[in-house]
Each structure stands twice: as structure tokens, then as C-alpha cells.
């Protein structure tokens, strides 16, 4: 059996996923309902928690130094800096 979610679980603006990997987000949480939103609609839905809790799992956020070592924005730069380079060689 399947128990509501604890309101310190989630929270409005946490991120989860449905099984085909579109994220939606939380808007609100109430003693048994959770309202979120999907990602590129406007209409809010409302599941009760357990349902919730049985088709959406957390999207795990990235810190930023997560996201910098994952996105070398300086070594991104490089590399344009070189295609921009070599196109002005070109001409």
C-alpha cells in the first residue's frame, strides 16, 4: 500500500520526470494532492500523492559546480574562437 507523500518531500518547484522522460514541475502541495505543470503546457494538473509518487520520479538537480564541469564554457569559447578563425582564413 502506497502512502501520501510527506509535504517536506516535495516541494513547489522540484522536478520530477513521468516514465517517457518529460519533466514536469511541482506547483503546490497540499495534505494529499500535489499540482504541477508540464513542461511547454500552461494548464496545471492535480494527482493525488500516491499516484503522483507512483508515475513521476525526481529529477536529480546539478549543483553548479556540477554544471561547470559538465559545460566547460571556456573550452566551448576556445573551440568557436577556432572555427571563427579558421571560417575568416577561408575567406
Not at 514536469?24 to 494548464?43: E, L, M
Request: aromatic letters at 10%; glycine letters at 6%; charged letters at 25%.
Amino acid at each position: 500500500m502506497s502512502y501520501p507523500i510527506k509535504s517536506n518531500q516535495i516541494l513547489p518547484g522540484d522536478i520530477f520526470k513521468d516514465k517517457r522522460g518529460e519533466h514536469v514541475t511541482v506547483k503546490s502541495v497540499s495534505h494529499n494532492r500535489i499540482c504541477f505543470v508540464r513542461t511547454g503546457y500552461s494548464g496545471e494538473c492535480v494527482f493525488p500523492a500516491a499516484r503522483f509518487e507512483s508515475e513521476f520520479s525526481p529529477v536529480k538537480r546539478q549543483t553548479f559546480s556540477e554544471w561547470h564541469k559538465a559545460n566547460n564554457a571556456a573550452e566551448k569559447i576556445q573551440k568557436l574562437r577556432e572555427l571563427i578563425t579558421a571560417g575568416r582564413a577561408k575567406q
